[in-house]
């Protein structure tokens, strides 16, 4: 008799284990984050310290609720590739740079506006209000949750021709731009001949001699090895270059509001935290690009460029949107 209850014994004892196990494993279920970027996964690339720090800041927000895997370095695509995974619920999460959400908002060539923004406190004022919250609401209706805007700082020239000093030093060469009609625009008006050109082609292009050079920001030069193949840069600061931490609402949606909630928070906090940590990396970064043998010029005429792309403002004017075109210009004016 005693070898029956030994074994139903036994049954009910796993079987309660099982369910205990069961139960554990529902309550500690993590939600996978895919996350992408197209630049490298360093240290000192801004895509990569807002992934990185992103990820830190929702295990602070919810423990153990989600589980973060990084794909660098256009593993899933281009920017427009990404942001269509994001739309169809195929990618969870990326940093896009600004430029290329413009595709599904003409409101963000808003920021490739050159010479925008004076400096960095200036961008910020104006993204971290109205302006750019009205931006990041318009993405909900595209299947995308805006989060914020991190930066890769102040783009800069860097060529194989010769050093930028005024515009007309930008007579003939031939420039790697963002595929963006108003990169295009700004670049022709300065004299420059601009090249689109995904990101992905973009070393081996400047390395064959295809392009004579591009522009980029300090970091993304420096963790891309772009000392390796270009000599001169020249520190012109025609735009400032805001990325986008954006998320696929299908897995937005998905998540409990308590969830949501910690999503936005890490998001906020990762972006402060990334900010501080690109503008304090900068000055290093210029040792480093020099030391890695970049001939490295200032711009003392900056309003010699404003003056040729003056007509930019008015020519995209509407695709902006004029009410928010007037607003960032006031907001930038205080």
């Keep these: 008799m005693s070898k029956p209850h030994n074994r139903s014994h036994r049954l009910v004892t796993a079987l309660l284990a099982a369910a205990t196990l069961g139960l554990a494993s529902v309550a ?19 895509y990569a310290i807002a992934a990185h720090y992103f990820a830190e800041e929702l295990e602070n927000e919810a423990p153990g609720e ?27 999460a ?25 400096n960095n406190a200036q961008a910020h004022a104006v993204l971290d209000g109205e302006v750019g919250q009205e931006l990041l609401d318009r993405l909900a209706s595209q299947g995308i949750v805006g989060l914020g805007f991190p930066e890769a700082g102040f783009r800069h020239a860097i060529n194989n021709v010769r050093p930028i000093h005024e515009p007309a030093d930008f007579e003939g060469v031939k420039l790697r731009v963002q595929p963006s009609d108003l990169f295009i625009a700004s670049f022709r008006a300065i004299g420059a001949n601009p090249v689109p050109m995904a990101w992905s082609d973009v070393f081996t292009a400047v390395q064959q001699g295809t392009v004579d050079g591009l522009e980029i920001p300090l970091p993304v030069i420096y963790a891309n090895k772009y000392p390796e193949v270009t000599d001169y840069l020249s520190l012109t600061r025609h735009t400032y270059n805001a990325l ?24 906020e906090t990762a972006i402060e935290r990334q900010r501080e940590t690109v503008a304090g990396n900068n000055d290093e970064i210029l040792a480093n690009i020099r030391e890695a043998g970049m001939e490295v010029n200032d711009v003392e005429d900056v309003e010699a460029f404003r003056d040729r792309v003056s007509g930019v403002y008015e020519e995209y004017r509407d695709a902006i949107g004029p009410e928010l075109l ?9």
């Excluded at 794909?71 to 990618?91: A, R």
């Excluded at 908002?105 to 920021?111: I, K």
């Excluded at 954006?246 to 409990?256: E, R, V, W």
Aim: hydrophobic share 40%; aromatic share 8%.
């Design 326 to 334: 007037d607003r960032a210009l006031e907001q930038v004016s205080e």
């Design 66 to 92: 989600f589980d973060v895997k990084f794909f660098p370095n256009h593993q899933l695509g281009n920017d427009t590739e990404m942001l269509q995974g994001m739309q169809l619920g195929t990618l969870d």
């Design 28 to 46: 500690h279920a993590e939600t996978t984050i895919r996350l992408g970027w197209t630049t490298a996964d360093s240290e000192v690339d801004p």
């Design 94 to 118: 990326g940093v896009i740079t600004g430029t290329q959400v413009g595709q599904l908002d003409s409101g963000f060539q808003l920021n490739d506006l050159p010479f925008l923004y004076a």
């Design 244 to 267: 986008a931490l954006l998320m696929s609402k299908q897995t937005f949606d998905a998540l409990s509001p308590e969830l949501q909630e910690a999503v936005r928070s890490a998001a």
